[in-house]
């Protein structure tokens, strides 16, 4: 009797044991998935909603919790600092990536935000390895999480950009990119001196060769697409190759002038092919299955290939995201069967929005224009050499920030301040621009609202230039056909921010939200560090749903 009661207690001790341990396993997801769409606006979750399934964006919507009125909160907003400040918690003011590519006043040349000379390729071209998240000078939630489980839990991020991948998986995370030569996924000797075998499993599938030796069509009938402007018309950019931009498209017969494999990054196909490679990634790494949360960092870089090139009313990106919402589903899918529904944690934002075809706009009327730097350059080195005497006083101008030729002042004894404020006074005279505001005024004030306050968070005292300037809303630095995107009004600021799945209830606010919330929330729900630059705050209304 003894026995069998003391084998009966060491049974019900395993048990409560067992049951322990699977109670505070599940105090944490098992994966959390960041999903990052390169250049979406908010009002996409609305304006196709009538054919999204119920199983993509509308189930982000209805079963996770969104903040309706997120933006950036700073200028430029570009892809390399969006997908820095979605993942550091803070703007470029702090974590250093202040553009995709910047101008250095020390070595006299731009460099890339996520370049590294001392880094080689990995699989792929050399021309497309030399990449890193040194130039970032901040840990991501990423890191964190890492740094959490003494590096137990794994980050990765994918993206067909570099910068989409390498950014979000930190300093401590495995990043994976698309080579355009080659049409696969590669990495650098940052990361690995090999490439993992799942990786070239991956690539022996040679999937960017079966969608690109197919053809572009829309998903339904074309005279459906009620949400979009005529198809072809003259404001959108057509493939070389191509005199128009009307469906469908021929890839296997556009390749050859428009980027070889690079093709795919401007159709919906390359989203599927990052689905592809997030599933393989998923089986790969074994992640969310090895008794930690793991971090799957996913950029979309498709939008802004199609985003740029045909605008944000076209046929082409309504049928992008259609698409787009028919892979998510099959992912969250995925998901529910890999983990477990309410097991895992997903949060989907964007790393920037898009303004509206200038020339488009100017069609409907609405005040506009393109931005003439060229002109503007020749002019304001003209205005300099009178007035300071002559030399090339303007050494860059990009991101729309003219750097000052210092060396020139300091030997014609000239004061910088005084030709920051001269240029300034100058520039105010030209059409399109708003406001200008000079090194001098970030450093010596500190802005609370408006636009000066959006520049001064994207003011770096090292890396940012002498002359920050503002245009009119609508007003775009270019001349091309199709569009872009880099200013602080709402068509570029203005970004989805959901979080759906684990310890998230459903719901909505329209309280304004910044798109550094998404790391300090991710933080105080996973229980790790604060990345150590961060400056937004959790958002209280998904953190206050649970007891952290």
Same mark, same amino acid.
């Given at each position: 009797?003894?026995?069998?009661?003391?084998?009966?207690?060491?049974?019900?001790?395993l048990?409560?044991?067992?049951?322990?341990?699977?109670?505070?396993?599940?105090?944490?997801?098992?994966?959390?998935?960041g999903?990052?769409?390169?250049?979406?606006?908010?009002?996409?979750?609305?304006?196709?909603?009538?054919?999204?399934?119920?199983?993509?964006?509308?189930?982000?919507?209805?079963?996770g919790?969104?903040?309706?009125?997120?933006?950036?909160?700073?200028?430029p907003?570009?892809?390399?600092?969006?997908?820095?400040?979605?993942?550091?918690?803070?703007?470029?003011?702090?974590?250093?990536?202040?553009?995709?590519?910047?101008?250095?006043?020390?070595?006299?040349?731009?460099?890339?935000?996520?370049g590294?000379?001392?880094?080689?390729?990995?699989?792929?071209?050399?021309?497309?390895?030399?990449?890193?998240?040194?130039?970032?000078?901040?840990?991501?939630?990423?890191?964190?999480?890492?740094?959490?489980?003494?590096?137990?839990?794994?980050?990765?991020?994918?993206?067909?950009?570099?910068?989409?991948?390498?950014?979000?998986?930190?300093?401590?995370?495995?990043?994976?990119?698309?080579?355009?030569?080659?049409?696969?996924?590669?990495?650098?000797?940052?990361?690995?001196?090999?490439?993992?075998?799942?990786?070239?499993?991956?690539?022996?599938?040679?999937?960017?060769?079966?969608?690109?030796?197919?053809?572009?069509?829309?998903?339904?009938?074309?005279?459906?697409?009620?949400?979009?402007?005529?198809?072809?018309?003259?404001?959108?950019?057509?493939?070389?190759?191509?005199?128009?931009?009307?469906?469908?498209?021929?890839?296997?017969?556009?390749?050859?002038?428009?980027?070889?494999?690079?093709?795919?990054?401007?159709?919906?196909?390359?989203?599927?092919?990052?689905?592809?490679?997030?599933?393989?990634?998923?089986?790969?790494?074994?992640?969310?299955?090895?008794?930690?949360?793991?971090?799957?960092?996913?950029?979309?870089?498709?939008?802004?290939?199609?985003?740029?090139?045909?605008g944000?009313?076209?046929?082409?990106?309504?049928?992008?995201?259609?698409?787009?919402d028919?892979?998510?589903?099959?992912?969250?899918?995925?998901?529910?069967?890999?983990?477990?529904?309410?097991?895992?944690?997903?949060?989907?934002?964007?790393?920037?929005?898009?303004?509206?075809?200038?020339?488009?706009?100017?069609?409907?009327?609405?005040?506009?224009?393109?931005?003439?730097?060229?002109?503007? $350059?020749?002019? *304001?080195? &003209?205005?300099?050499?009178q007035?300071?005497?002559? !030399?090339?006083? =303007?050494?860059?101008?990009? @991101?729309?920030?003219?750097?000052?030729?210092?060396?020139?002042?300091?030997e014609?004894?000239?004061?910088?301040?005084?030709?920051?404020?001269?240029?300034?006074?100058?520039?105010?005279?030209?059409?399109g621009?708003k406001?200008?505001?000079?090194?001098?005024?970030m450093?010596?004030?500190?802005?609370?609202?408006?636009?000066s306050?959006?520049?001064?968070?994207?003011?770096?005292h090292?890396?940012?230039?002498?002359?920050?300037?503002?245009?009119?809303?609508?007003?775009?630095?270019?001349?091309?056909?199709?569009?872009?995107?880099?200013?602080?009004?709402?068509?570029?600021?203005?970004?989805?921010?959901?979080?759906?799945?684990?310890n998230?209830?459903?719901?909505?606010?329209?309280?304004?939200?910044?798109?550094?919330?998404?790391?300090?929330? $991710?933080?105080? *729900?996973? &229980?790790?560090?604060?990345?150590?630059?961060?400056? !937004?705050?959790? =958002?209280?209304?998904?953190? @206050?749903?649970?007891s952290?």
């Open positions: 009797m003894k026995n069998l009661l003391l084998a009966l207690f060491s049974f019900l001790t048990d409560t044991i067992a049951t322990a341990q699977v109670s505070s396993e599940s105090n944490k997801p098992k994966i959390v998935v999903i990052v769409v390169d250049q979406m606006r908010q009002e996409y979750f609305y304006k196709f909603q009538e054919r999204y399934t119920e199983g993509g964006f509308k189930r982000l919507m209805n079963e919790f969104m903040m309706t009125n997120a933006h950036y909160n700073y200028i907003t570009y892809t390399g600092p969006g997908h820095a400040s979605v993942y550091t918690g803070t703007t470029p003011a702090t974590h250093g990536i202040i553009a995709n590519d910047w101008y250095v006043r020390s070595l006299g040349r731009t460099i890339y935000c996520a590294d000379s001392t880094v080689s390729a990995v699989g792929g071209t050399e021309g497309n390895g030399k990449i890193s998240p040194r130039n970032m000078k901040s840990t991501t939630i990423s890191d964190e999480l890492r740094f959490a489980t003494n590096k137990r839990s794994k980050s990765v991020g994918i993206a067909i950009k570099d910068r989409g991948a390498a950014l979000p998986a930190g300093h401590l995370g495995d990043a994976y990119w698309f080579d355009s030569k080659k049409g696969e996924f590669m990495t650098s000797t940052y990361y690995y001196e090999e490439l993992p075998a799942w990786v070239k499993a991956f690539n022996e599938k040679k999937l960017a060769d079966e969608y690109l030796s197919g053809t572009w069509e829309t998903l339904f009938p074309i005279d459906t697409y009620v949400q979009s402007i005529e198809d072809d018309n003259d404001f959108e950019g057509p493939f070389i190759g191509k005199d128009n931009t009307a469906f469908p498209y021929d890839l296997k017969a556009l390749m050859e002038d428009n980027g070889e494999y690079g093709l795919i990054s401007t159709t919906p196909f390359g989203n599927t092919m990052t689905l592809e490679m997030a599933y393989a990634a998923i089986e790969g790494e074994q992640l969310g299955k090895r008794g930690e949360t793991d971090l799957l960092a996913i950029s979309f870089s498709s939008p802004d290939y199609i985003g740029h090139r045909f944000p009313s076209s046929v082409e990106l309504e049928d992008n995201y259609l698409r787009l028919r892979d998510l589903e099959k992912f969250f899918d995925f998901l529910d069967n890999e983990y477990g529904a309410g097991e895992y944690l997903v949060f989907l934002t964007a790393d920037h929005a898009v303004a509206d075809i200038v020339n488009y706009m100017q069609s409907e009327n609405v005040p506009s224009g393109n931005f003439n730097t060229r002109f503007v $350059l020749t002019q *304001m080195r &003209g205005f300099t050499s007035m300071f005497g002559e !030399g090339n006083w =303007i050494v860059n101008y990009s @991101n729309e920030q003219v750097f000052i030729n210092h060396d020139l002042a300091k014609k004894g000239v004061k910088v301040e005084d030709v920051q404020r001269a240029l300034a006074d100058f520039l105010l005279g030209f059409d621009v406001e200008v505001y000079t090194a001098a005024d450093r010596r004030n500190e802005y609370v609202k408006g636009k306050s959006l520049l001064q968070m994207g003011y770096n090292k890396a940012s230039g002498d002359l920050l300037l503002i245009l009119e809303p609508a007003w775009l630095s270019s001349s091309f056909r199709g569009t872009t995107h880099g200013t602080g009004y709402t068509y570029d600021t203005h970004v989805p921010v959901v979080m759906m799945g684990w998230v209830k459903s719901g909505k606010s329209a309280r304004y939200t910044t798109i550094t919330d998404i790391a300090p929330t $991710l933080a105080i *729900m996973l &229980g790790t560090r604060l990345p150590n630059g961060a400056s !937004g705050q959790p =958002i209280l209304e998904i953190v @206050n749903q649970k952290y």
